[in-house]
């Protein structure tokens, strides 16, 4: 008879803490109208991120690049009026300065996975402040390089760093870029940094939205970045996978309920 084999028991890899971050906004922050219609519905649903791109890294050097340091402006008047901590991308080392001084977060895009000048930049701007940087993965980066260029950032004493899984490239062609739910698992695993499922850019469709949030919640990410337009169609980014603030409303809602389940909330 042969002897049973024990296995040791498989540890829960996605219990962090039981709160549950939304970094919800619009794509790019096109007038203080628009970001603070959107600022307005994030704060009513008692939520403590907005989002928005004042940077903005284009494939075409034709369409809107962002409002530059005009839109830190709004963003930094958003947030004071209600209540809310910012955050953006930064693209270009010489910015990093200018955009630590006007906003709570920064984001290191997808298209800049490898510009390791722009994360020990990073890195150095904010050493003292300790603000969160949230560190895109690339489209075609493994997690084994993701993790070892994060050290560009936190070398420097700043280790608040958000990992943010955003879709990679595959052979795939019905969503914009295949979201890689078991980066959440496997991040967990090997390190200790929170991770952040972006839904919003591998869905590329507004209606694919909700299940990859929920998905993400069932994964145990730690944080959920949803694009918010008050008007999609006429975005000047990204417009056909942003949600109305009436869509985010009751997307929130969903996810509220199924975060008590697991016994997080969402803030
Ligand atoms: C964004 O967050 O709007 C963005 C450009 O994201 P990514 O770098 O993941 O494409
Ligand atoms: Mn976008």
Known sequence: MSEEVKLAPIPDLGQRTDEITIYAGPCSVESAEQFNEVAECIADLGLTWIRGGAFKPRTNPHSFQGLGEEALKIMKSAGDTYGLKTLTEVMDSAHCQLVADYVDGLQVGARNFQNFSLLKKIGEVTADSHQMVLYKRGFAGTIAEWLAATDYITDHGNTNVVLCERGIRTFEAATRFTLDIAAVPVIHKQSLYPVCIDVSHPAGQRDLV??????????????????????????????????????????????????????KKIV
Request: aromatic letters at 2%; a negative charge; zero cysteines.
């Open 210 to 263: 909700p299940s990859l949030a929920k998905a993400a919640i069932a994964a145990g990410a730690d944080s959920l970045m949803i694009e918010v337009h008050p008007n999609p169609p006429v975005a000047l980014s990204d417009g056909p996978q942003q949600l109305t603030p009436a869509q985010f409303r009751e997307l929130v809602a969903e996810l509220r309920e199924l975060a008590a389940v697991l016994g």
